[in-house]
């Protein structure tokens, strides 16, 4: 029994956010004034799985970083949207590209720029350290900071409830 309150075997498709999802809201600043964000690794190898599988995945975000695009395709993760003031509109053009239903997608944002997109999908995710506003209208608010497993948590359990989360050495793989 998952720890998420959503039908969650309907779920084919997992969107994130970037600053305060995969990367922590605290990280070093560069030099140039820009954050130097960080990548959790665990989170990496979930969504690697995830493409794997046959989930659909996108990064929609604010943030102008090359970094995440690199990261992400690394990881088979195609769909990243950098740079986007209105989420929303990106949100359901890749969904009608994908061939998605709002029930079929889990989208994980922790600030107001994720609301309308939180509101827009069936399952809508926080960290725990994500602004109030977005902790109440979530459907699943984890027990982990952003940044440092939100996304393992969210792919692994929709995985291992619809029987697709790997169980041996073999998924360390390319």
Known sequence: M?????????IR???????GVLSPTV?????????????NVKDGFAIKQAVRAGFKVAVI???????VRRRMNIIGVDDVYLCVSD???????WMQKRGLLPEE????????????CMRYVGLS?????????????????????GGYGVARELVQETMLAQGKWPVSAVAFGN
Do not use: Q, W
């Open 61 to 67: 975000s604010g943030a102008d970083t090359e970094e």
């Open 27 to 39: 990280v070093p600043m560069r030099e140039d004034g820009r954050p130097a964000r960080m990548a």
């Open 2 to 10: 998952s720890k998420i309150d959503y039908n969650i075997t309907c």
């Open 125 to 145: 995710v926080a960290p725990r350290d994500a602004d109030p506003m977005v902790r109440a209208i979530s459907t699943h608010v984890s027990n982990i900071d």
């Open 87 to 93: 989420k929303l509109t990106v949100l359901k053009d």
């Open 105 to 116: 997608v889990a989208y994980a944002g922790d600030d107001v720029p994720d609301i309308p």
């Open 13 to 19: 498709a997992f969107v994130f956010d970037v600053d």
